[in-house]
């Protein structure tokens, strides 16, 4: 094994491509029924015939035409890296769209495969596909395969070997314009030959172009000329760079001038030249598509548009879309009880015989309660809270994923976001958030504008993680569904769950409003046009989306919570158990924060736990039941009915109520979700941002409904003074006038 070549990966988003990488490498590349699921290039190692061959999974895109985040990786691996041979992905369902980022491909490089994926749907719709005829009218090797199967890629991992070994040589077909583009292109791609490779001892910032890695193919020209008629700076500024070429040479700037001149006379002007190019290659897609596919049922899709009327509807998407969730949250509420009470018991029994073992060794009681009382009980209340739910709701989630519902909801979304000057996809992400907000700022990499992406990034924490959720739900629980459904679980349960969807969606119209903010202030612009696809619904497959589900989310969060758990539960022992005259250092804190947090209609309790629960969120009720029972550990306390008695106790009411389940979602974010910010923006600029946007606006919200419950208060206490005192009038009045008029009938009487 002398050489190793690298394969390209290339397709449309939701063609299978992952799979397909997945699949020949070994590798689990994530995979979703979404569109940019890729946003970076994945590589894996593939053995053909004792030939290594290193395969790269590029990020899916329609086009490599514009400057979205994955066109430019996708255009610039293909272009610049120059693999031995690319494969490009297409969905046999809908060829003729995937077609034209075949024919835009065929522009750079000669070394195509083209892979017709999904033939066990195309032929579930009954559509039948002439791979011979299409290999002829593409002039390179077409393959068909069903990625979920492997078997059909044998014929594709042969392809591979024979395109890279040249016993296949591919010849696409060229692409023709009209004879008024033709002529100009062949014009400005002679002047680039006659000023680039003729002279070869010619240096262009020190580096000659003869390098065999600075060479451009003749195909390259043709592109690089299209490029420059068409004046797109940022592919030309990577061109320079990539082939060491100054294109703002005078010869080549008259010659531009000249060319645009003529083009103009015939009515091409800089404004419609792409679109007569684009228009020319979507003219190719369909003439070959309509040649090579076969219908035997052109209502193939009627089915999927039957239900998408109604999905995507102005008038019932976003209510179903509510269902959907709530549905969710309520499975995830009643399901994850029962499991989060077994955990709960099997780590007091292990905590007992801890405690027995530290006892029986002698270890000494500061030392065994800190590492029991204080590390260990802080990790298994957090794995007894978070794991169920997660454990619940990510399958539950992930099939919503795999049925195509996901870019449904970005769709209903897409309208509200646009008017944000933000992207729909914004809403895929907070979807994901309603896990973890960690995962939910890795899935904005899906988002192609920098700045809609930072907007998603900053505004992904106004919607409730999991690790929130038990907060919510307690609290809704206790003072909402408490009042109105005594003795009745289900009806509690659904009330909670109402609740909960209610501070949902006001976490989702203040994402609205923030990034709107946003957009009209340090991060200006205007909302840039996506291309979303309604990929076609699919069976999902339970056996992935449970193992994915499980080990890449549920797994892989808990693991990120409880790496910064174990040090709070430490701190937080420290705190409750170190004192000054008698106080505690958490009681002291407390009582410091208490003036502040008086204002929002909170206590100083309830925002030191807040505070301490940074690690995870899940710990701040534990930590403010431990505040008020002056306990030195964590309480486990599973009756919400004695939770609520320690909180009324302890001055709750329904203001405090409404103004924590406010601050729950919009406070800073858990220091999990804060390290992927940095790690995502790379910046702590930013960082800081995100940890101080959703807590201002947590505090002057609270604040604000503080002001107005006081001063209703202060009204109502006021009107019933005033409607005392007005009564207290009235009746002088009354009786004043009942003896006047008493007093005028009895002399009239008398006068008669």
Not at 712 to 722: A, D, P, S, T, V
Request: one cysteine or more; a positive charge; proline letters at 4%.
């Amino acid at each position: 094994m002398e050489n190793t070549y690298t394969v390209a990966l290339a397709g449309n988003p939701n063609v299978g491509k992952s799979t397909i990488f997945n699949n020949l490498t070994g590798m689990h590349q994530h995979t979703g029924n979404w569109t940019g699921k890729t946003v970076a290039n994945a590589t894996g190692n593939l053995v053909i015939k004792d030939e290594k061959f290193n395969l790269v999974d590029i990020p899916g895109t329609y086009s490599i035409m514009s400057n979205s985040q994955e066109e430019e990786i996708a255009r610039d691996y293909i272009c610049f890296e120059k693999p031995d041979a690319t494969i490009i992905v297409v969905d046999s369902t809908c060829l003729e769209r995937n077609l034209n980022l075949v024919f835009q491909i065929m522009e750079i490089t000669d070394n195509i495969i083209v892979c017709v994926n999904l033939l066990d749907e195309a032929k579930k719709k009954k559509i039948h596909i002439n791979l011979k005829k299409l290999e002829e009218l593409l002039g390179v090797p077409v393959v068909g395969t069903t990625a979920r199967d492997k078997r059909t890629l044998e014929n594709l991992k042969n392809t591979i070997y024979k395109v890279c070994k040249k016993e296949i040589i591919p010849n696409p077909k060229k692409i023709k314009y009209s004879s008024q583009i033709e002529e100009n292109i062949d014009i400005l791609e002679q002047e680039l030959i006659n000023t680039y490779e003729e002279n070869e001892q010619e240096n262009y910032r020190g580096i000659p172009l003869a390098l065999e890695e600075n060479k451009i193919s003749e195909k390259l020209y043709r592109w690089i000329s299209i490029k420059i008629i068409d004046g797109e700076e940022k592919i030309l500024e990577t061109i320079q760079q990539k082939f060491n070429i100054n294109l703002e040479a005078e010869n080549i700037k008259e010659c531009t001038t000249h060319i645009k001149n003529n083009l103009e006379k015939s009515g091409i002007t800089n404004k419609n030249f792409k679109d007569k190019i684009v228009s020319n290659i979507v003219k190719n897609a369909e003439k070959v598509s309509q040649e090579v596919c076969s219908f035997e049922d052109r209502d193939y899709s009627g089915r999927d548009r039957k239900i998408d009327k109604i999905l995507t509807s102005k008038k019932f998407g976003i209510p179903i879309m509510i269902l959907f969730l709530g549905l969710i949250f309520w499975l995830t509420i009643v399901g994850a009880n029962y499991p989060s009470e077994l955990l709960f018991n099997l780590f007091n029994s292990i905590q007992i015989k801890l405690i027995n073992f530290a006892n029986y060794i002698h270890c000494p009681q500061w030392l065994s309660n800190m590492l029991i009382n204080g590390i260990y009980q802080t990790l298994t209340w957090i794995i007894a809270v978070m794991l169920p739910p997660m454990a619940i709701f990510f399958p539950l989630f992930t099939i919503l994923e795999d049925l195509g519902y996901l870019p449904r909801i970005a769709f209903n979304m897409d309208g509200f976001f646009k008017k944000a000057c933000c992207s729909g996809k914004q809403m895929i992400t907070m979807c994901m958030g309603f896990g973890c907000n960690a995962c939910g700022v890795t899935g904005c990499r899906i988002i192609d504008s920098p700045r809609e992406r930072l907007i998603s990034i900053l505004t992904n924490n106004f919607v409730p993680c999991n690790g929130r959720f038990p907060f919510l739900i307690s609290i809704a629980t206790i003072f909402i569904a408490g009042a109105y459904s005594a003795g009745n679980g289900f009806l509690s349960s659904i009330l909670s769950t109402l609740a909960v969807i209610i501070v949902i969606i006001f976490g989702i119209f203040l994402t609205l409003i923030i990034s709107k903010i946003l957009s009209n202030t340090i991060l200006k612009g205007m909302p840039s046009s996506i291309v979303l696809e309604l990929p076609p619904y699919r069976k999902p497959q339970f056996g992935k989306i449970l193992v994915r589900s499980i080990f890449d989310r549920t797994l892989f969060i808990l693991g990120r919570a409880i790496s910064v758990a174990a040090p709070a539960g430490l701190v937080i022992w420290l705190l409750a158990n170190i004192g000054i005259n008698g106080e505690s250092l958490l009681t002291i804190i407390a009582n410091f924060l208490n003036p502040f947090a008086k204002l929002m209609g909170l206590d100083g309790y309830i925002l030191t736990a807040f505070i301490l629960g940074i690690p995870a969120n899940e710990i701040v009720l534990p930590i403010i039941l431990m505040c008020y029972l002056k306990g030195g550990a964590l309480v486990k306390i599973e009756d919400t009915i004695q939770i609520g008695q320690i909180l009324i106790q302890n001055g709750w009411n329904m203001l405090t109520a409404m103004n924590v389940m406010l601050f729950t979602i919009l406070h800073f974010p858990c220091a999990t979700t804060l390290l992927t910010i940095k790690k995502e923006t790379n910046s702590w600029k930013w960082t800081g941002i995100a940890f101080l946007l959703p807590t201002l606006c947590g505090i002057i919200l609270c604040m604000c409904t503080t002001l107005i419950y006081n001063l209703m208060l202060f009204i109502k206490m006021w009107f019933g003074i005033f409607v005392k005192y007005f009564q207290f009038y009235i009746k002088i009045i009354w009786e004043i006038l009942e003896k006047i008029l008493k007093y005028i009938f009895v002399t009239l009487i008398k006068d008669i």
